[in-house]
Antibody, heavy 122, light 111 residues
Framework: EVQLVQSGAEVKKPGESLKISCKGS????????IGWVRQMPGKGLEWMGI????????RYSPSFQGQVTISADKSISTAYLQWSSLKASDTAMYYC???????????????WGQGTLVTVSS | QSALTQPASVSGSPGQSITISCTGT?????????VSWYQQHPGKAPKLMIY???KRPSGVSNRFSGSKSGNTASLTISGLQAEDEADYYC???????????FGGGTKLTVL
């Protein structure tokens, strides 16, 4: 069974750093792209970026380029999303998701994690 | 402002059919046959309902169908059921610089 299990909710202060995780299981982790999607409170979905764990090839939405860093550790089948200096506007639910087809970055997301709620408040 | 435009809300009675539109440009919806639709119930992760404009993943009811004409994609749900009440998001591939863009979402109410 394919599963993506995300790390737990976080409460941080503005300016702090943060790294959240997404552990994949039940499939070949290095063969499928993993992406991150933001959902701000009461708002819609926003595509942030994707990574291919096989070689760490990473693509970002222009809206998120330079704002976050996506990485992966294939030895433990885990993808990450990190911030170096959080802002209140980073408060959101963050989902990781796997592409439907192996090797293909033009494939939609078919399996999703449960989401990680990040709250940034002073 | 979202890259793709969806109506904020639609509604229908049980058994009826509804259609949700998703309007983009020739750089996204109109340029690729990579439009997908996601269903999201409150407090839950999104679920893939349609991919590649009109294909259904295994396990998705055939009451859900997708189509595209020019720069506008559409999701049609026939035989509305109470469990269909949710938010629906379209998503389109937009080339190798932007990658994927979502619509703003449509809240479906089953009356």
């Amino acid at each position: 069974e394919v599963q993506l299990v995300q790390s737990g909710a976080e409460v941080k202060k503005p300016g702090e750093s943060l790294k959240i995780s997404c552990k994949g299981s039940g499939y070949s982790f290095t063969s499928y792209w993993i992406g991150w999607v933001r959902q701000m409170p009461g708002k819609g979905l926003e595509w942030m970026g994707i990574i291919y764990p096989g070689d760490s090839d990473t693509r970002y939405s222009p809206s998120f380029q330079g704002q976050v860093t996506i990485s992966a550790d294939k030895s433990i089948s885990t993808a990450y999303l990190q911030w170096s200096s959080l802002k209140a506007s980073d408060t959101a639910m963050y989902y990781c998701a796997r592409t439907q087809w192996p090797f293909s970055s033009t494939s939609p997301f078919d399996y999703w994690g449960q989401g990680t709620l990040v709250t940034v408040s002073s | 402002q979202s890259a793709l435009t969806q109506p904020a809300s639609v509604s229908g009675s049980p058994g009826q059919s509804i259609t949700i539109s998703c309007t983009g440009t020739s750089s996204d919806v109109g340029g690729y046959n990579y439009v997908s639709w996601y269903q999201q119930h409150p407090g839950k992760a999104p679920k893939l309902m349609i991919y590649d404009v009109s294909k259904r993943p295994s396990g998705v009811s055939n009451r859900f169908s997708g189509s595209k004409s020019g720069n506008t994609a559409s999701l049609t749900i026939s035989g509305l059921q109470a469990e269909d009440e949710a938010d629906y998001y379209c998503c389109s591939y937009a080339g190798s610089s932007t990658y994927w863009v979502f619509g703003g979402g449509t809240k479906l109410t089953v009356l």
